[in-house]
């Protein structure tokens, strides 16, 4: 694995049409020989890969002879040129390189069985989809709250008779893995055959009917406090065309309490709420400690809901138990077995059992949670000249610090943290994180980006070398790994330096696989 994200099927469009990659962090795995109309067919591909590599224990070489039709992952060669490919029917999948020796050609089969079963498919929403047979809708400019309640309230008849059509409403809220946690619901039930609708929150929105894409193609300012009131109100007039009879599962991007809840209450009134679990972030419109955080949570969960928290604090599950009993509704709390002990994110993915639980549906087999936990485990991007792990999408210091507990033990590393200027509160909590981690001897230096990096490096009790967010960020990450410590990105993602900085990352990957195939 090379990223917190771990492997994901990205379920995209180009000129040719649909297909899919398997990208294991940011490095290509696997990819597809076939395209396919639409979004929905690329999953069921995906669908299809993962199935056949559930019935494989090995590799085959190409002398070998497979039962016609049986799964079997193959290494071939031509020449002194060896790949390795999935075959069952007809192809399901080829290596994204070719490889210079059998044996490496085999590990990279044996990875793709590794981290493929517990994959998420993630599929890219945008313009480039307008072939889609959804067409998208757009969202238009908010323009203020009571507007926009009053615009929903007038069409409330018509949106009431949505709700009840709807035999199970469930919305996936909290801090860290909302996004994970509603992709990995939306697979589990899209797999079962079930009626869904899935709403995805993030740069690009978007609706999965089914596996296939609904585009929400916004218009005006991008605004993310508001985003799910704007698009919900336009979102209203579209669920007649969209409409499932099964499942609606919808991520709650509210990042006031008000908000929260009124996309909870007056939106989608959900059967059950999800709560991924508390963090320390948005202190600066959600409360400034986990208690005012874990109370901002309960206080939106709608009259009569029952809540699947995935928080594994005591204290802080017996206060939100209260809060929503009061409320009353129900409220469980997710069990993480031993064998998931101290994983990362192990809490979401029983989550998931716990509402198909609470929904007397099948339970998960044991293997295929063991997959998806094992999918979102990290580990460092080896490149040449060092290691770098990009956790900066990880925006709270809990988590990040768990990631570094995983990946780094008591080795010390180099920390680089990237600030945004509408972020105080978390910029501060960084500062003060970087200090507990001096204090223990894991990090001599650091370097921070972005603006107002004065004020953070003063804050700091250790050198910082600051950079701004107009540097050339493959210079950084070069003067970084020539420290010779292992390099963790924190803070945020949201910049185009970060975006620079990915791409950086991911050609140095590149770099690194070519030499290996040389």
Same mark, same amino acid.
């Given at each position: ?9 990205? %379920? ?8 899919? +990659?398997? @990208? ?19 999953r069921d591909a995906v669908d299809d890969v ?8 090995h590799v085959a070489f190409d002398e070998t002879?497979? @039962? ?35 044996? +490496? ?36 400019? &908010? ?18 008779? &949505? ?7 469930? %919305? ?10 509603? =992709? $990995? ?45 704007? %698009?919900? +109100?336009?979102? @209203? ?41 508390? =963090? ?9 400690? $986990? ?112 990631? =570094? ?34 204090? +223990? ?10 603006? =107002? ?6 804050? %700091?009790?250790?050198?910082v070398e600051r950079h701004s967010h107009t ?48």
């Amino acid at each position: 694995m090379t990223g917190y994200a771990g492997a994901t099927f990205e %379920v995209y469009h180009d000129a040719g049409g649909w297909g899919w +990659r398997l @990208v294991d962090g940011d490095e290509p795995v696997a990819v597809t020989r076939r395209t396919f109309d639409s979004a929905g067919a690329a999953r069921d591909a995906v669908d299809d890969v993962r199935a056949a590599l559930a019935d494989i224990e090995h590799v085959a070489f190409d002398e070998t002879d497979p @039962v016609a039709g049986d799964p079997a992952l193959l290494v071939r060669h031509r020449g002194d040129i060896y790949e390795w490919t999935l075959e069952a029917e007809s192809t399901l999948a080829v290596a994204h390189h070719t490889y210079t020796s059998a044996d +490496r050609a085999a590990a990279a089969a044996r990875r793709l069985a590794d981290v493929a079963i517990g994959a998420l498919p993630v599929v890219f929403a945008g313009s480039d989809a307008e072939h889609d047979p959804y067409e998208p809708f757009e969202v238009g400019v &908010f323009d203020g709250l009571r507007t926009v309640a009053a615009s929903l309230l007038g069409r409330g008849r018509r949106h009431r008779s &949505f709700l009840d059509r709807v035999d199970t409403r469930i %919305v996936v809220s909290g801090i860290r893995g909302k996004s994970s946690t509603t =992709r $990995r619901l939306d697979d589990v039930f899209t797999r079962r055959g079930y009626d869904t609708l899935t709403k995805i929150t993030g740069n690009r929105p978007h609706l999965l009917r089914n596996g296939d894409l609904v585009p929400i193609e916004r218009q005006g300012p991008r605004t993310t406090l508001y985003e799910n009131i704007r %698009v919900m +109100r336009t979102f @209203v007039d579209e669920l007649d065309r969209y409409s499932p009879e099964d499942v609606a599962i919808f991520e709650n991007q509210g990042i006031t309490e008000y908000t929260t809840r009124l996309f909870n209450e007056t939106f989608i009134r959900p059967d059950v709420v999800v709560l991924a679990n508390v =963090r320390q972030d948005h202190q600066d419109t959600l409360g400034k400690t $986990r208690r005012d955080l874990a109370r901002s949570f309960a206080r939106s969960v709608p009259v009569g809901a029952h809540v699947v928290s995935g928080e594994q604090n005591a204290a802080l599950s017996r206060y939100m138990r209260e809060e929503v009993e009061a409320r009353g509704g129900t409220f469980e709390q997710v069990s993480v077995p031993d064998r998931h002990d101290g994983a990362i994110g192990a809490e979401t993915v029983h989550a998931v059992d716990a509402v198909l639980e609470y929904l007397e549906l099948d339970p998960l087999p044991q293997s295929e949670t063991d997959r998806y936990v094992a999918a979102m485990q990290p580990d460092w991007h080896r490149l040449p000249g060092g290691r770098v792990f990009n956790g900066a999408e990880i925006n709270d210091v809990e988590s990040t610090e768990m990631l =570094r507990q995983r990946l780094a033990g008591d080795e010390e590393i180099l920390p680089f943290v990237y600030l945004r200027p509408d972020r105080r509160s978390r910029s501060a909590s960084f500062a003060e994180y970087l200090n507990t981690l001096a204090d +223990r001897d894991l990090i001599g230096r650091a370097h921070a980006g972005g603006r =107002r990096t004065r004020a953070f490096a003063t804050a %700091v009790d250790v050198p910082v070398e600051r950079h701004s967010h107009t540097d050339d960020a493959d210079t950084v990450l070069e003067t970084m790994l020539e420290e010779g410590y292992p390099v963790m990105l924190m803070g945020n993602t949201v910049d185009e330096f970060m975006r620079d900085m990915e791409t950086a990352i991911e050609h140095r990957l590149a770099r690194r696989t070519e030499l290996e195939a040389d």
